[in-house]
């Protein structure tokens, strides 16, 4: 059996680890949004989003109904939310003054009872609202918002958890900006979309460095949505890094202490 001398163990060593380190380095194009060469500083690019899906209320929403009329005492009996309570907003006080939509499809309107709102739009909802309440309020003005509205970011992003969005809609690029970015490890061309519908889970890989995303219906996300950015090989390459680097120390100075032993005799 032939045994590499000390000074092949460590140029070895060395290698491994130059190696080890060029798979590491983390690939431009994966670490850019909207990677399209077509992109210039001198011409303008349009692009249509026609896309975009319409948001259909589902079970478990939060709503905020607001019921205004002339008549101030009847608007503060159908009106869970006080007036005041908008200086101080929270998940938790959305929750406990909104109307939440029950198994069935219903929130619960004083006096005018249940009132299914599952699968139809903020504005229909709005429209349906007011049908049920226009029995004992006339001229009232509806005013509906969606308060139960949050998207959860996780993997390779600075701050993953769970963002709630006080606006009728959000991008995915908004989302991730609220999340801090995808950090240089997070790898921009497989994101993973989850999102829940009435028919199950539907999970869809979105690439970010295409600019085919600013058209695509996956641009504008829906209450509920999960965002999972994957992370680069180059990250786990770096973890590895830190153990080739002991290996190779320990190496070297195995080797070193082998070539003054045999110096020495």
Same mark, same amino acid.
């Given at each position: 059996?032939?045994?590499?001398? =000390?000074?092949?163990?460590?140029?070895?060593?060395?290698?491994?680890?130059?190696?080890i380190a060029l798979t590491g380095c983390v690939a431009k194009k994966k670490s850019?949004?909207?990677?399209? =060469?077509?992109?210039?500083?001198?011409?303008?690019? /349009?692009?249509?989003?026609?896309?975009?899906?319409?948001?259909?209320?589902?079970?478990?929403?939060?709503?905020? @109904?607001?019921?205004?009329?002339?008549?101030? &005492?009847?608007?503060?009996?159908?009106?869970?939310?006080?007036?005041?309570?908008?200086?101080?907003?929270?998940?938790?006080? /959305?929750?406990?003054?909104?109307?939440? $939509?029950?198994?069935?499809?219903?929130?619960?309107? =004083? &006096?005018?009872?249940?009132?299914?709102? &599952?699968?139809?739009?903020?504005?229909?909802?709005?429209?349906?609202?007011?049908?049920?309440?226009?029995?004992?309020?006339?001229?009232?003005?509806?005013?509906?918002?969606?308060?139960?509205?949050?998207?959860?970011?996780?993997?390779? @992003?600075?701050?993953?958890?769970?963002?709630?969005?006080?606006?009728?809609?959000?991008?995915?690029?908004?989302?991730?900006?609220?999340?801090?970015?995808?950090?240089?490890?997070?790898?921009?061309?497989? @994101?993973?979309?989850?999102?829940?519908?009435?028919?199950?889970?539907?999970?869809? @890989?979105?690439?970010?460095?295409?600019?085919?995303?600013?058209?695509s219906e996956y641009l504008y996300l829906q209450p509920n949505d999960v965002l999972? $950015?994957? =992370?680069?090989?180059?990250?786990?390459?770096?973890?590895?890094?830190?153990?080739?680097?002991?290996?190779?120390?320990?190496?070297?100075?195995?080797?070193?202490?082998?070539?003054?032993?045999?110096?020495?005799?």
């Amino acid at each position: 059996m032939k045994i590499m001398s =000390p000074r092949g163990l460590h140029a070895r060593s060395v290698f491994v680890v130059v190696a080890i380190a060029l798979t590491g380095c983390v690939a431009k194009k994966k670490s850019m949004y909207f990677a399209d =060469p077509g992109f210039t500083s001198t011409d303008q690019v /349009t692009i249509n989003n026609k896309n975009k899906t319409v948001y259909r209320l589902q079970k478990r929403d939060v709503l905020s @109904v607001r019921i205004k009329t002339l008549d101030a &005492e009847s608007s503060s009996y159908f009106n869970i939310e006080k007036e005041t309570m908008y200086t101080n907003i929270s998940p938790a006080t /959305t929750y406990l003054n909104g109307y939440s $939509v029950d198994e069935s499809g219903n929130i619960e309107i =004083p &006096e005018a009872g249940a009132v299914n709102v &599952e699968g139809l739009t903020i504005k229909e909802a709005e429209a349906k609202i007011m049908k049920a309440v226009g029995h004992y309020l006339n001229k009232a003005t509806i005013i509906v918002k969606l308060v139960s509205f949050k998207v959860t970011i996780l993997g390779e @992003v600075r701050s993953p958890g769970v963002q709630y969005v006080y606006n009728d809609q959000v991008t995915i690029f908004e989302a991730l900006g609220m999340s801090g970015d995808i950090t240089e490890f997070g790898n921009r061309t497989n @994101v993973n979309l989850i999102r829940y519908t009435s028919a199950g889970q539907h999970v869809v @890989v979105i690439n970010l460095a295409e600019p085919r995303v600013l058209a695509s219906e996956y641009l504008y996300l829906q209450p509920n949505d999960v965002l999972y $950015v994957q =992370p680069l090989k180059a990250k786990i390459a770096r973890g590895n890094l830190t153990a080739i680097s002991v290996a190779s120390f320990v190496l070297s100075l195995v080797s070193t202490i082998i070539l003054i032993s045999e110096t020495s005799k």
